[in-house]
């Protein structure tokens, strides 16, 4: 209740925020733009290294995942992996 984190922006008000609680609790950690759609910023370039690298990191207890779009924010526990076609049965 005492830090006051300011409004509601978007992704970089986020990685503020990460690293402010990190500073004050002692947490140590890194966070990134995982995945945007053209973005310079994003960690992975391609929508399937990106599916495939987001799949390892669900199954990792070492990694925490905040989805952000149109000011909604969201962070999965879990995945159930329905591929659209044949050719994805083979991507993981």
Do not use: M, Q
């Not at 199954?59 to 076609?85: M, Q, R, S, T, W």
């Amino acid at each position: 209740d005492s830090v006051d984190f300011g409004c509601f922006t978007g992704n970089d008000t986020l990685l503020r925020w990460y690293r402010l609680l990190c500073r004050i609790y002692g947490g140590s950690g890194r966070s990134y733009f995982f995945y945007k759609t053209n973005s310079e910023r994003s960690f992975h370039k391609t929508e399937r290294s990106a599916k495939k690298a987001l799949v390892e990191g669900l199954n990792n207890p070492n990694l925490c995942f905040i989805y952000h779009a149109y000011d909604h924010y969201f962070c999965p526990v879990g995945y159930e992996f329905i591929p659209k076609d044949e050719s994805e049965l083979d991507t993981f």
